[in-house]
Nanobody, 123 residues
Framework: QVQLVESGGGLVQAGGSLRLSCAASGQSFSNYAMGWFRQAPGTEREFLATITWSSGTTYLADSVKGRFTISRDNAKNTVYLQMNSLKPEDTAVYYC????????????????WGQGTRVTVSS
């Protein structure tokens, strides 16, 4: 069974950094794209970044360009989200997701989701 497990969340002060990890297991993901999303209290889930397993092609939301970086380690079946210069408005639960196919920024294209990891940025 496909399983996505996020880790690396926690409490960090404004201006600090965190690296989130998403460990994928259960099948080959060679034809998949991975995505990172977040959801703050009282808001809808927001797209952040996506990457293909095969080529490493990436696409990031304008809201996080210049601060966040998505990458993958194919040997470890793990996707990362490096978050720098964190702001209080980055506080949210961060989710990893997978879809069969190429890069996508909409929730509806993703088939598998992790349980999320909480990030809290204090001012």
């Amino acid at each position: 069974q496909v399983q996505l497990v996020e880790s690396g969340g926690g409490l960090v002060q404004a201006g600090g950094s965190l690296r989130l990890s998403c460990a994928a297991s259960g099948q080959s993901f060679s034809n998949y794209a991975m995505g990172w999303f977040r959801q703050a209290p009282g808001t809808e889930r927001e797209f952040l970044a996506t990457i293909t397993w095969s080529s490493g092609t990436t696409y990031l939301a304008d809201s996080v360009k210049g601060r966040f970086t998505i990458s993958r380690d194919n040997a470890k079946n793990t996707v990362y989200l490096q978050m720098n210069s964190l702001k209080p408005e980055d506080t949210a639960v961060y989710y990893c997701a997978a879809r069969f196919g190429g890069l996508a920024s909409s929730l509806k294209f993703y088939n598998y989701w992790g349980q999320g990891t909480r990030v809290t940025v204090s001012s």
